[in-house]
């Protein structure tokens, strides 16, 4: 019995790119989902001689095909990443695929990027990861600046006696000054995860997050892996770091925080800074209006 495409590409995905099980799961499914839909457009069953001459105008079709079911334009462009992937496996490395731009994000002032975008630019940057572990670290760092405002110094100089995990977090920010922040459930598991998956010791006071040969994890890092996710999804070039940062805040505030619980979340000396989000969550408010009222 021939072994199916897709189950092939996420066995070289985990054997020999050694990704994530979260990344082999998420491409063998669109790999899934590209073949049958070539098998309703092109009326016939799909080989790999059949994807080596696909067309820029049967992606667009199915990437048309993929946001009538509600895809962002983040989550398409990582779908069109995925399908080049997996193009590139079944074709094989001599084959000349198609180009296609994936979808664009518009640009304008400064924004907070959506919670669908946060999150599948952690997803992307994970995925892009050069081993499991890796991919466990900056899913864990970004969740952390997403979906606990933490500043990215913050997030990688924390060390390893915050575990085991309480359910908050004893943060040090600017000028020394400690505050606690309350962590999800989500962003916990993220933690624990990779906690288990780091192949080097984690002493009380020793780094938590680590560079690939074991010292301690350069910001830097993760800012260059968010530039590279960003390009994937056709995101803005001020999608960084600090934006995650940003949009919890603005995020919280759209759900009615306050603003002195948000001072004390973010860790801002004064409310004067902490201020500039009620602007921020005022023109987002006006970006939907706009959206919904085109003549408005």
């Not at 990704?19 to 082999?24: A, K, L, M, W």
């Not at 962003?187 to 780091?198: D, S, T």
């Not at 934006?243 to 619980?261: E, K, M, N, Y």
Request: aromatic share 6%; proline share 6%.
């Amino acid at each position: 019995m021939t072994t199916p495409l897709p189950l092939l590409y996420a066995q070289h995905l985990a054997r020999d790119r050694r990704r994530s099980v979260h990344t082999v799961r998420a491409y063998e499914a669109t790999a899934i989902r590209l073949l049958a839909f070539l098998q309703s457009h092109w009326g016939g069953p799909v080989t790999r001689e059949a994807l080596a001459k696909i067309t820029p105008a049967d992606l667009r079709a199915f990437l048309a095909h993929r946001r009538n079911q509600g895809l962002s334009n983040a989550s398409a462009a990582r779908e069109l990443s995925a399908v080049r992937g997996f193009l590139k496996f079944a074709a094989g490395d001599g084959a000349e695929l198609p180009r296609l731009r994936g979808p664009r994000v518009k640009k304008g002032v400064p924004r907070p990027i959506s919670p669908a975008e946060a999150v599948a630019l952690a997803e992307t940057v994970s995925e892009d990861a050069r081993e499991p572990w890796i991919a466990a670290r900056d899913w864990a760092v970004l969740l952390l600046l997403y979906g606990a405002g933490l500043r990215i110094g913050e997030a990688v100089g924390l060390t390893a006696a915050i575990l085991p995990l309480a359910e908050t977090l004893s943060v040090t920010g600017k000028r020394n000054k400690t505050r606690l922040v309350p962590l999800l459930p989500q962003v916990r598991a993220a933690i624990e995860a990779y906690a288990e998956a780091c192949p080097y010791a984690l002493g009380r006071d020793a780094p938590l997050f680590r560079g690939a040969k074991g010292g301690p994890l350069s910001p830097g890092i993760i800012r260059k892996s968010v530039q590279a996710a960003r390009t994937t999804l056709g995101l803005s070039e001020r999608t960084t770091p600090h934006a995650l940062r940003h949009s919890f805040a603005t995020h919280l505030l759209g759900r009615g925080a306050d603003l002195r619980a948000l001072q004390e979340l973010l860790g801002h000396a004064s409310l004067s800074s902490t201020q500039i989000y009620t602007a921020v969550d005022a023109a987002h408010l006006l970006d939907v209006y706009r959206n919904a009222h085109p003549r408005a």
